[in-house]
């Protein structure tokens, strides 16, 4: 049987089933291996096909994420196993690091705000956003005058004088 070659459009001689076989599934009939590969090709730049490839990845892992963050879940594991000194080498590069970063203001606030509500959860389980206002409201009332209108102001300094006065000094250097 006679057929063209797709890319080429030269006319050639074909098996009629390997012509058959070709038109159901789709594909076209080419002249040469060379002209069948170069029938493929897609002819894109590199950036072309490197964006293609970026867009192609971030969908995949956006897909995937599950099954690659436990693959990669398992793999620390083992590593981690098989590997503690590697790790404790990275931990002690990182170190200097870390310290620095943790004297940032940002983090420093971040941090604390991270620390309170943490710890509010921790003791208060479901009441801890009412504790977490309480105290912004206790920091935000000025007690002063409720301490001294109560007789509470300086009161640990008072306990320290009345017990003074208590204890004779002999027995109180003798005690320290």
């Given at each position: 049987m006679k057929a063209e070659c797709y890319h080429c459009g030269k006319i050639f001689?074909?098996?009629?089933?390997?012509?058959?076989?070709?038109?159901?599934?789709?594909?076209?009939?080419?002249?040469?291996?060379?002209?069948?590969?170069?029938a493929k090709r897609t002819n894109r730049s590199k950036k072309e096909s490197k964006e293609l490839k970026r867009s192609y990845d971030l969908e995949y892992r956006r897909k995937m994420a599950d099954k690659i963050?436990?693959?990669?879940?398992?793999?620390?594991?083992?590593?981690?196993a098989a590997n503690p000194k590697k790790y404790k080498k990275w931990r002690k590069d990182r170190q200097e690091k870390h310290n620095e970063y943790c004297r940032h203001p940002e983090y420093r606030k971040w941090k604390k705000e991270y620390d309170r509500t943490?710890?509010?959860k921790k003791h208060y389980g479901p009441i801890a956003d009412i504790f977490l206002v309480w105290l912004d409201l206790r920091n935000e009332i000025d007690n002063r005058f409720a301490k001294k209108q109560n007789n509470i102001q300086n009161?640990?300094?008072?306990?320290?004088?009345?017990?003074?006065?208590?204890?004779?000094?002999?027995?109180?250097?003798?005690?320290?």
């Amino acid at each position: 049987m006679k057929a063209e070659c797709y890319h080429c459009g030269k006319i050639f001689e074909i098996m009629t089933g390997h012509y058959n076989r070709a038109m159901s599934l789709g594909y076209g009939v080419y002249c040469s291996r060379k002209h069948s590969g170069l029938a493929k090709r897609t002819n894109r730049s590199k950036k072309e096909s490197k964006e293609l490839k970026r867009s192609y990845d971030l969908e995949y892992r956006r897909k995937m994420a599950d099954k690659i963050k436990k693959a990669k879940a398992e793999y620390f594991k083992k590593d981690y196993a098989a590997n503690p000194k590697k790790y404790k080498k990275w931990r002690k590069d990182r170190q200097e690091k870390h310290n620095e970063y943790c004297r940032h203001p940002e983090y420093r606030k971040w941090k604390k705000e991270y620390d309170r509500t943490y710890r509010a959860k921790k003791h208060y389980g479901p009441i801890a956003d009412i504790f977490l206002v309480w105290l912004d409201l206790r920091n935000e009332i000025d007690n002063r005058f409720a301490k001294k209108q109560n007789n509470i102001q300086n009161k640990s300094q008072k306990r320290k004088r009345s017990c003074q006065k208590l204890i004779p000094k002999q027995r109180l250097n003798s005690l320290l």
